[in-house]
């Protein structure tokens, strides 16, 4: 009986990539929630929608596919819905996140759209990505300014923890703001609300403007930032998963999860890398065990997310912002570096990361959306160019080469 059980690296790897996915992050999609417009039930709601969504999809995924399929909940997305204007109705909201997981539905269905997909520059849409984060981690020493100590204190915390326990960094910074709250008494009454899992459906009210400004760069950043990497992860640990299905399953798990209040469910990346490998389980063959175990630690974190949700809302102001932008350094980092790579396509990305952090609203239409727009009509205009300019031709009466000033 024991010998069929999984070994117990197995075990550890799902469990610490699960606590790492939820502790780093939860506070960032708490913060979208209540952006969006979100009640403290339906905030609570929306964070057991997307534990219990990854914990189905995951198990199913990695049992159908015999791989360690390992999703999470969309931090850039998070990031990008966590920017947005204030106002949006939640109705409305839920309409933006059924929207994001049509869109991936879509990519997975129809072969073609999936090979559109694969073209779009990673430099664009890791541009958009850096300009969504950026305000977060500038926010975080803005703070600087009146909360000294706190800043001081947690950028401490994170700088030691990326040297010599990279992998638990954020947990640590977690536990750090929250011992500093609780040490300063800084702690509200937590709200009233549901403690173990609880799922609140809201109808969704479909708005045209915010599908273009909100769901559709939702969609995009979740799959060029989370799906794409993801499937570059289990390429990497020697699988030659399917684009197709894969996408396809995320996209439904967040259309079934969406009316609770999830805003997107993908593949995972960094999270991934911890199940994939020869650490987590020596055999290959019998590693998507490890999925599975995942998906029920994420179980039991649905079960008990209100309550951690109600103790995050009861958290001051400035210790959520500090913990936001701490959390988010890592994905700007990796964001900036695909964004400057070198290529024709780094003004266009420049383009779009300017566009993106300026916070620009026009029509209606969020600075994601611009920055998209921005960054395309760059590469679109560089290639009708390239194509109208003259060819490069030899001078007169000689073979010699053509120098550029």
């Not at 706190?150 to 990279?166: M, N």
């Not at 999860?257 to 389980?281: E, K, M, Q």
Request: hydrophobic share 60%.
């Amino acid at each position: 009986m024991l010998r069929s059980l999984p070994p117990i690296p197995a075990w550890s790897s799902a469990l610490i990539a699960a606590l790492v996915g939820f502790g780093g992050t939860v506070v960032l999609v708490v913060q979208a929630m209540r952006v969006l417009g979100a009640s403290t039930e339906q905030t609570a709601s929306a964070v057991t929608a997307l534990c219990l969504a990854i914990a189905t999809a995951g198990a199913v995924l990695s049992f159908r596919s015999r791989m360690p399929i390992v999703l999470a909940w969309s931090t850039p997305g998070a990031a990008l819905l966590a920017a947005s204007t204030p106002g949006l109705s939640w109705p409305v909201a839920v309409g933006v996140f059924l929207s994001a997981a049509l869109m991936m539905i879509a990519v997975g269905a129809v072969p073609a759209l999936g090979r559109w997909a694969e073209r779009i520059p990673a430099t664009i849409a890791s541009a958009m990505l850096a300009g969504v984060l950026l305000p977060f981690c500038l926010q975080l020493f803005r703070l600087g300014a009146t909360h000294p100590l706190l800043v001081a204190a947690l950028v401490a915390v994170f700088v030691a923890a990326r040297r010599r326990v990279p992998l638990h960094a954020l947990l640590l910074v977690l536990a750090a703001g929250m011992l500093i709250a609780v040490l300063r008494g800084d702690v509200a009454s937590l709200p009233p609300g549901a403690t173990l899992g609880t799922l609140l459906a809201t109808a969704p009210a479909f708005d045209g403007q915010a599908v273009l400004s909100l769901g559709l760069p939702l969609f995009l950043v979740t799959l060029a930032s989370q799906n794409l990497p993801g499937l570059v992860v289990l390429r990497a640990a020697g699988y030659a998963p399917k684009p197709g299905p894969l996408l396809m399953g995320t996209g439904l798990a967040t259309l079934l999860a969406a009316p609770f209040g999830a805003h997107g469910v993908n593949l995972a990346a960094i999270t991934a890398a911890i199940c994939t490998g020869r650490d987590a389980h020596p055999d290959s063959a019998a590693r998507w065990t490890v999925g599975v175990l995942y998906a029920g630690f994420y179980l039991l974190l649905a079960v008990f997310s209100p309550v951690l949700v109600r103790f995050f809302l009861a958290l001051p102001h400035e210790i959520v912002a500090v913990l936001t932008g701490l959390a988010l350094i890592p994905a700007l980092t990796g964001a900036i570096e695909a964004m400057v790579a070198p290529g024709e396509d780094r003004d266009p990305a420049i383009l779009t990361f300017l566009a993106t952090s300026s916070g620009l609203s026009l029509f209606g239409l969020g600075a994601a959306f611009w920055g998209l727009v921005a960054g395309f009509a760059a590469l679109a205009a560089g290639a009708l160019l390239k194509r109208r300019s003259p060819a490069t031709a030899a001078p007169v009466g000689g073979s010699g080469t053509r120098t550029t000033p």
